[in-house]
């Protein structure tokens, strides 16, 4: 179960010039990239995302292994979901999918903050 219930979810364009990648609480997308709806929620088996550091997509459970995230912990992690995988783990990895390139047009900026 997903104990963070009350979150509020702030979603504005942004320009590539207005990016603050200091932000805890803030995550920047390429728009263009994301496979709509996306869902905010907690981990589910057989979720994947894409990442650098690994040479093809990964699982979230070797995701959290490498990090040495508890059994426990992963239930309490809040992840954003396209339809495709999963773009963004809570304050710890964005999908390579949907980061900003400089190809990028359109940027989504979310702000994400426990209420």
Known sequence: MLKKEKLTVRSEL????????SGKNEVYLDLDKIKQPVIIRNRRDGDWFSA???????KNKTFFIDHKISRCERNEIIL????????????MHL????????ETKNVLKLDIVES
Do not use: C, H, M, Q
């Open 80 to 91: 954003l979901v396209d339809r495709l995988s999963v773009i963004w783990i809570e304050n």
């Open 14 to 21: 942004a320009t590539k010039e207005s990016i603050d990648f």
């Open 52 to 58: 650098l550091r690994y040479a093809r997509p990964a």
């Open 95 to 102: 999908n390579d999918r949907v980061k900003i390139t400089d």
